[in-house]
């Protein structure tokens, strides 16, 4: 089963920009969906982005297409969420997480989703 480790998050102003990293151990990342969620406080886990195992298919939420990109790097096992104009709004603990076996890699709901990371903190200042 792969393990997921988030970083990058941090404090900015609005209109900045971040890049997320989601590193995974374990030899499956480069065969598994994988999608990116947030969650504010007092909130529901909110699904933002997927993509499939070779990176060639996203989808995102409509809260965040057009500002957000997600991709990955299967050589580094790793993958990615390029956040710009950022808002108040984004200010949330981001996590990555991967489908549920045998679910495809379009899933939005979070019980869909395993293996979730610790998360990281984005913090947005108007």
């Known amino acids: 089963q792969v393990q997921l480790e988030e970083s990058g998050g941090g404090l900015v102003q609005a209109g900045a920009s971040l890049t997320l990293a989601c590193a995974a151990s374990g030899r499956s990342f480069g065969t598994s969906a994988m999608g990116w969620f947030r969650q504010a406080p007092g909130k529901e886990r909110e699904f933002l982005s997927s993509?499939?195992?070779?990176?060639?298919?996203?989808s995102y939420s409509d809260s965040v297409k057009g500002r957000f990109t997600i991709s990955r790097d299967n050589a580094k096992n790793t993958m990615y969420l390029q956040m710009n104009s950022l808002k108040p709004e984004d200010t949330a603990v981001y996590y990555c997480?991967?489908?549920?076996?045998?679910?495809?890699?379009?899933?939005?709901?979070?019980?869909?989703?395993?293996?979730w990371g610790r998360g990281t903190q984005v913090t947005v200042s108007s």
């Open positions: 993509i499939n195992w070779s990176g060639m298919s996203t």
């Open positions: 997480a991967t489908p549920r076996i045998g679910l495809p890699w379009t899933v939005t709901r979070a019980a869909d989703y395993v293996s």
